[in-house]
Every structure is written in structure tokens, then in C-alpha cells.
């Protein structure tokens, strides 16, 4: 099978970049695959001309990395692998950003036709943010991919119930073994945590979603009463303006390091250092966390926001946080991590078995492989009534310029 491969890649500052370039290696032997980052997608019209590919993957999240795969996914019908269920961040910025208003009207109106339209007001002044996890904005993906890949049968269920027609399959997120690391000592010395901190982490791209200031506040709250809690930030919080702000109103700025971006080779030393990870997120996409499950594969603790999502996930792998009590059940949890060395060491040994079990490269590659073969021999989807801008082929400007260049041509693609 030759397949063409939609996915941001590495030095992409991208979860899912790392994911395409660690599954690549894994399917390396098993079929023949052309990557095509953001760079080098303007290729793929011609090569796939000259030699069709047997199947187009697309990798679907809401980071901007992903916003070139638009152009493309409908016209050239595929296996879309939604790593987030709900795609009105990544549509709204893609058209309101370009000023693409009417564009974007008529991309909601196809998506949600049972609300109403004035709704779209709201991205349009600006006064998006949490309402897009209302309303997915997958219709059109739905409509059109030969088959939709998630990472949760909670939410391949879901997807399946909204829409009978489609095909929806499950392939688990692998992540590689964490290797152990050199000196946790000079970690936790290079970053001035004390040797008797019990140390609460959170991963991945530091968000307010991922509810640091719930975090913050609870460490505040231990530090009140004396129990030895710090917290590490591993990650890049570019994004997070108010973060240096939150910890200074707080008087955390002793109990709390933001390390930044890290490196993938040093990513093993930070895990290490952790006591507790804290992988908690609301509002969400319904997405799988890869760092979560890297820190399954590290054999440290977790606490999850307990999730819909999530169900599928056994109770003694993660402490989990209720979202609708969550200053509360969070800072119980922490107490009781704090507390209890032996129920860290045991959420620790539980999450490392899950990991080994059902979340591995090789586990990854294995759905994989199953799931390629079947996208190929599905059939394309051309649903009638799809907003014009997922028709149009935008050559008006090139067959305008050939037009007074004299030269005759059939069209572009």
C-alpha cells in the first residue's frame, strides 16, 4: 500500500508530531508512506496525480499545525484520525482569521442545521473560547472520510450514535518506554526542590484547560498547612499569559518551577523527578492525553479529571478528580498522595501495567495495521449539499493568468 501521510512532524512543538514521527517508525516495514507536513502538502496534488495513493491519513486536532489538512480533506477522501472530537477551535480560527465570515456561516449552518444561525455571532465578535466545545463542527468530516479514527470506543460510540452513516473505527495511542534516568538528584537539585518535596507535575503544553489555576490553588492550600507539596510546570507556556501573575498572588513562587520547553531526550528526567503527575483537563475535546500515558509508561501516579471519555479507563489506574467539584476532590486527592507513599507506589505499578498492556508503540502499530487496509477498500463519500468552499478547486486566478498568456489548459486540481 502507498499511503500519503497529513501530520505535522518534528521540530513541530506538537504532541501529535511526535506521535505521526514515533507510529512512522513503527509501520516503516509494513507499507510505504510519504509524509506531507504543512511544507510540503503543495506536492502531493501532482505526485498523487502522476501515482494515486491507495489511501490519504489525516491527523485532525485543533492546534494551527493542522489548519493546511482542510484544504484537502474533502476533496481527497480518507482515513481522518480526530485526535479531537470537537473541531470548532481549529474552524473558527482557520476562517474568522482569514476573514472568511460567510464561509464560516455556511460551514456552521451545515454542521449544526438544527441551530440556529445567529449563534455564529459569537466567534464572529470574538466571544468564542468555551462556547466552541458546544457546538464539534465534524459534520463535514463525518460526511466525507472513508473512515474516522479516535482513540476512545467511548467516543467512537458517541460518533457512531450522531452519525449511522459513517465508519468509525478505534486505534489506541502508543507511546514509547520512558528510559530511566541518570540522576534524579541533580534534577530536583538543578531545580531547587528540596529532597523531601513531594512533587505534583503537569506535562504537555501548559493551558488553562489543563487547570493550572486549580492546581495553583491547591498548592496553596497544602503549603498552608505545612505538608511539603511543590508543583513543576514541564512544558511550553508561551501561551499562558497569566501564569507568572497567578503564581505571585499566590506566594508560590518558591513552591512552583515552569521549566519551559523540554527536549524529548530529557523529558525522562522530569518524570522522574515527579512524584505525581497531574494530568487533569476541562473543558474538553474529548481528547486522549499523550502526556498521560507517558507518564503511565514512567510508572508514576496520576490524577484525571473523571471524564465521560474516560470511562473506559479502570478505576485503580488514576485518582481521579470530579469536575464538578473540583477545588474540593482535587485537593483531597493531593492530601492523600501526599499521605500515602504506598498508594502512589501503587497507582504507579497499576499505571505502567495499563500502559504496558494496551498502550505501547507496538499496540499503536498493531491498530493500525488493521485499520489502513480497511480505509483503502472504503468506499469515497461525496455528500450532496457540502458548503462551496470545500468544492471549490480556487483556480479561477490561474486559468485567468494562462487565459491572457495565451495557453489553453483543462483545469487544475
Same mark, same amino acid.
Not at 255 to 278: E, F, K, N, Q, W
Given at each position: 500500500m502507498r499511503i500519503a501521510w497529513f501530520s505535522p512532524f518534528p521540530p513541530e512543538r506538537s504532541g501529535i508530531a511526535a506521535y505521526s514521527a514515533?507510529?512512522?517508525?513503527?509501520?516503516?516495514?509494513?507499507?510505504?508512506?510519504?509524509?506531507?507536513?504543512?511544507?510540503?502538502?503543495?506536492?502531493?496534488?501532482?505526485?498523487?496525480?502522476?501515482?494515486?495513493?491507495?489511501?490519504v491519513v489525516y491527523h485532525l486536532g485543533n492546534a494551527p499545525c493542522h489548519d493546511y489538512m482542510w484544504a484537502y480533506v474533502a476533496r481527497y477522501p480518507g482515513l481522518v484520525v480526530l485526535h479531537d472530537a470537537?473541531?470548532?477551535?481549529?474552524?473558527?480560527?482557520?476562517?474568522?482569521?482569514?476573514?472568511?465570515?460567510?464561509?464560516?456561516?455556511?460551514?456552521?449552518?451545515?454542521?449544526?442545521?438544527?441551530?440556529?444561525?445567529a449563534v455564529t455571532q459569537y466567534a464572529i465578535e470574538g466571544l468564542g473560547g468555551p462556547v466552541y466545545y458546544l457546538w464539534p463542527m465534524v459534520k463535514v468530516i463525518m460526511d466525507t472520510a472513508r473512515v474516522v479514527a479516535v482513540h476512545s470506543p467511548w467516543v467512537a460510540a458517541e460518533l457512531r450514535e450522531r452519525f449511522p452513516s459513517a465508519h468509525v473505527e478505534t486505534v489506541r495511542m502508543g507511546v514509547p518506554a520512558i528510559p530511566p534516568t541518570a540522576d534524579v538528584t541533580r534534577v530536583r537539585d538543578r531545580l531547587g526542590l528540596p529532597a523531601d518535596a513531594v512533587v505534583f507535575a503537569a506535562f504537555g503544553k501548559i493551558t488553562t484547560e489543563k487547570r493550572i489555576s486549580s492546581v495553583l490553588e491547591a498548592l496553596d492550600a497544602?503549603?498552608?498547612?505545612?505538608?511539603?507539596?511543590?508543583?513543576?510546570?514541564?512544558?511550553?507556556?508561551?501561551?499562558?499569559?497569566?501564569?507568572?501573575?497567578?503564581? &505571585? %498572588?499566590?506566594?508560590?513562587?518558591?513552591?512552583?518551577?515552569? @521549566?519551559?520547553?523540554? *527536549?524529548?531526550? /530529557?523529558?525522562?528526567?522530569? #518524570?522522574? &523527578? %515527579?512524584?505525581?503527575?497531574?494530568?487533569?483537563?476541562?473543558? @474538553?475535546?474529548?481528547? *486522549?492525553?499523550? /502526556?498521560?500515558?507517558?507518564? #503511565?509508561? &514512567?510508572?508514576?501516579?496520576?490524577?484525571?479529571?473523571?471524564?465521560?471519555?474516560?470511562v473506559d479507563i479502570p478505576d485503580r489506574i488514576a485518582a481521579r478528580v470530579d469536575p464538578l467539584d473540583e477545588a474540593a476532590s482535587l485537593l483531597a486527592a493531593m492530601r492523600r498522595l501526599i499521605a500515602e507513599p504506598l498508594w502512589r507506589a501503587e497507582l504507579g505499578r497499576a499505571g505502567h501495567a495499563y500502559w504496558r498492556a494496551s498502550h505501547t508503540l507496538d499496540v499503536m502499530a498493531s491498530d493500525y495495521s488493521r485499520v489502513l487496509p480497511l480505509a483503502a477498500s472504503a468506499p469515497a463519500l461525496r455528500p450532496a449539499g457540502l458548503p462551496g468552499h470545500f468544492l471549490a478547486d480556487y483556480s479561477s486566478a490561474a486559468t485567468e493568468v494562462t487565459r491572457q498568456l495565451g495557453v489553453s489548459v483543462n483545469g487544475f486540481e
Open positions: 514515533e507510529l512512522l517508525a513503527q509501520l516503516a516495514g509494513r507499507f510505504q508512506i510519504d509524509p506531507y507536513p504543512e511544507h510540503e502538502a503543495h506536492d502531493f496534488v501532482w505526485r498523487s496525480r502522476r501515482s494515486p495513493y491507495d489511501l470537537r473541531l470548532h477551535h481549529a474552524r473558527a480560527r482557520c476562517l474568522l482569521g482569514h476573514n472568511r465570515i460567510a464561509e464560516y456561516r455556511d460551514e456552521f449552518r451545515y454542521d449544526h442545521p438544527d441551530k440556529d444561525p497544602l503549603a498552608r498547612e505545612g505538608r511539603p507539596a511543590y508543583g513543576m510546570l514541564v512544558g511550553d507556556a508561551d501561551g499562558y499569559a497569566d501564569l507568572p501573575r497567578e503564581i &505571585a %498572588a499566590r506566594g508560590l513562587a518558591d513552591r512552583v518551577r515552569v @521549566t519551559g520547553h523540554v *527536549t524529548d531526550s /530529557s523529558i525522562g528526567d522530569y #518524570l522522574a &523527578a %515527579a512524584d505525581v503527575c497531574l494530568c487533569l483537563r476541562w473543558p @474538553t475535546a474529548l481528547e *486522549t492525553s499523550a /502526556s498521560w500515558l507517558r507518564c #503511565l509508561a &514512567a510508572g508514576r501516579p496520576t490524577v484525571i479529571t473523571d471524564l465521560a471519555h474516560l
